[in-house]
């Protein structure tokens, strides 16, 4: 049974009072006096030469304050690009400037050409629709194939190709993985698409710059998923300000998914614009402008061969993808094909050889950066399709393929260059069979064929990597900054804790769970915990929430702060107790002496440490505050089976789930409703993909789905009840390189669903009797219907 507090209760989430009571505070409830705001005039040209910005009359026009263009950035540095790829052949990639405002070409639509600020937002619209522009256009260079032969027009004329690198992973393996094919008994190959994706979180991106001319002080407020990192790169590669010049802050964010984990143009131009009108600069995104400047997600082309022997084992798994950049590099962009991606294709099976070949590749579309599970979604797709065709082909239960393969032993090194400490893949797939009960599938299936329905069972196996570390190591793969988290805990003086931590919570229960975490090593009541996060001005230097790393590695450097508290409160306690230290226990909130009945309550304790009476300041220095930071050895692995049924209806295509059920192994759980709400959300996002989210571009460049009148989003009726998800025990294997045990759970979700989704409409089309191996997403009612059509 769940325990009434601490690691492993299920406490309700004490951030969702302000947020259903409207007590929220987001960025745009943020209105500093005085403040001005900003339009942005976008280039509605997906290619083109900028030959003209005429901004006289708009500069004379009511309450405009100034008008800024490319002009005006030629003496600040572009965006940041905050990781490295280096190619097969040793050469580092391409690496174009990416400028705050367009400057000489724009390179897709929704660029921002300039910025007009003005008393108010009105005013500002009304000025940039009389700016002046004359364009060029340019051929639009939007299919990835043709953009990298010699005949493509180059999105980036400085450089010598819209190839920013040709990736080879691991080289070494690529003549082995090709002979092993040649003596392969059996190779199947698949040829994929993965959907490019608009994030699209409930809260829009936000930025409001403020600057102090009495001080030389800064202040960004904004919508982001890691302060620190964008005050880093803003200050030091953009503005040039000094970090100690500059507060970032972010406060309530509702909802991220990756796309706010990046520096953005807007962002340093509302920052540089404060000083420059010498009053506050305000920004809010429309609905339509997300679609055209927020990072989209995704977006790869993908061709994946599997070796098999005689007796169906693998021997051999070799891919070829070409991954779409979109114009520029946005910050984290190359290492998701790359080191998010490649080092994944292993999955949860023995394949003794893995060779991965990555095309990133320059077009004029929107930049392509993280999105939720950020690589590892692209390559389970890609892994447990094939794998479902190959049982296709060799006639064999797919279920019993994947367990003839699976990894068994631990800790295992895979042939990517990674190494799983942990994990059970049979007792995760044994749970979700006995939860989606197979066995009665059958049974189902005639069911629906009675009402006239073709109904399909899917299966899908998948292994995660988060936490991404360590940083000496990503720091040899690429990465520009560390990967490490810190945390800082002050106990009052009458034994309340405020935890500062860098990890940033856009939806996560950060607030409840990391309260669990130190309340429970303490011993004392959650509510005495507060949580601190989002404010450079107070929270030690972090790299923030993203890639499923809060708890691994958020919640261990809070584990390390919140030890050196307890070892220091026992010195203290020592004293007063009169007793060794090295008998000072620490239980249920007091402190007592080993076999005896003498204790102290953890309140005296701390209060002691601010009046310290009673032991003597040359050993014990008075106060209760320490700070750790920590950098994890390794990743962790989350892994799950997950299982879909569909009904497809043979008149119109329309496929519905009728069923979902998902057994995850996320090593030690803190808070089991937080888990299963974080999973639910991401098999809502991976239902998304693989049925109706499709970010589509024309010919010219064109968005085509530029609003939620042409992007479907999910809608709670193209869902399952998930009634039959619990964090089931059995399947847990702790991770084994943390203090928690802990892995990353916010992920799996999106990772596990698309190809389970995918899986189980083919298995429907095929007992309609339709020689089907393979739908691409999103499987539309229309995309479904032309397949059964032939």
Known sequence: MPKDGGIGASSKRREDVRFLTGAGNYTDDINIRGQAHVFFLRSDVAHGTLNKVDTAAAE??????????????????????????????GQPMLEPKHPVLAHGKVRHVGEPIAAVVADTLEQARDAAEAIELDISELPAVMDMKAAVTDASPK?????????????????????????????????????????????????????VG?????????????????????????GAFVLGIPEHKLRVV??????????????????????????????????????????????????????????????????AVRTETFANMGAYLSTFAPSIPTWLHGTLM????????????VKAVFTNTVPVDAYRGAGRPEATFQ???????????????????????FITEFPYATPVAVEYDTGDYHATMDKVLEMSDRAGFEARRKESEARGKLRGFGINCFI?????????????????AGLYESATVRVNATGGLVVMTGSHSHGQGHETSFAQVVADMIGIDENMVEIVHGDTANAPMGMGTYGSRSIAVGGSAMVRATEKIIAKAKKIASHLLEASEGDIELKDGAFSVAGTDKSVAWGDVTLAAYVPHNYPLEDIEPGLEETAFYDPSNFTYPAGAYTCEVEVDPETGVATIERFASADDFGNVINPMIVEGQVHGGIAQGIGQALLENCAYDENGQLLTASYMDYTMPRADDLPEMTHYTVDHSCQTPCTHNPLGVKGCGEAGAIGSPPTVINAIVDALRSGGHDISHINMPATPARVWAAMQG
């Open 60 to 89: 004379g026009m009511p309450g405009v304050v100034r008008v800024f263009t490319g002009a005006d950035f030629e003496a600040v540095g572009g965006m940041p690009c905050g990781w490295q790829i280096t190619d097969k052949h």
């Open 155 to 207: 999105v980036h004329d400085d450089l010598t190709s819209n190839l920013c690198y040709d990736w080879g992973f691991v080289e070494e393996n690529k003549a082995a993985t090709d002979e092993a094919f040649e003596k392969a008994t059996h190779v199947t190959t698949l040829e994929l698409i993965n959907n490019r994706l608009v994030a699209n979180p409930m809260e829009p991106r936000v930025a």
């Open 210 to 234: 403020d600057y102090s001319r009495g001080t030389g002080d800064h202040t960004l407020y904004t919508t982001s998923q890691n302060p620190h990192v964008i005050r880093l790169l803003m």
């Open 250 to 315: 972010a406060p309530d964010v509702g909802g991220g998914f990756g796309t706010k984990i990046f520096h953005y143009q807007e962002e340093a131009f509302c920052t540089f614009a404060a000083k420059a009108c010498n009053r506050p600069v305000k920004w809010t995104s429309s609905r339509s402008e997300a679609f055209m400047s927020d990072a989209h997600g995704r977006d790869h082309v993908t061709k994946i061969e599997l070796a098999l022997d005689a007796d169906n084992n693998f021997t």
């Open 346 to 357: 292993a999955g949860n099976y023995k394949t003794p050889l893995v060779y991965v070949n």
């Open 383 to 405: 892994l447990e399709r094939v794998i479902d065709k190959a049982a296709l082909e060799l006639k064999v239960d797919p279920v019993e393929l994947r367990r003839q393969n």
């Open 464 to 480: 995660e990597a988060c936490g991404i570390a360590p940083s000496n190591l990503v720091g040899q793969l690429g990465a520009r």
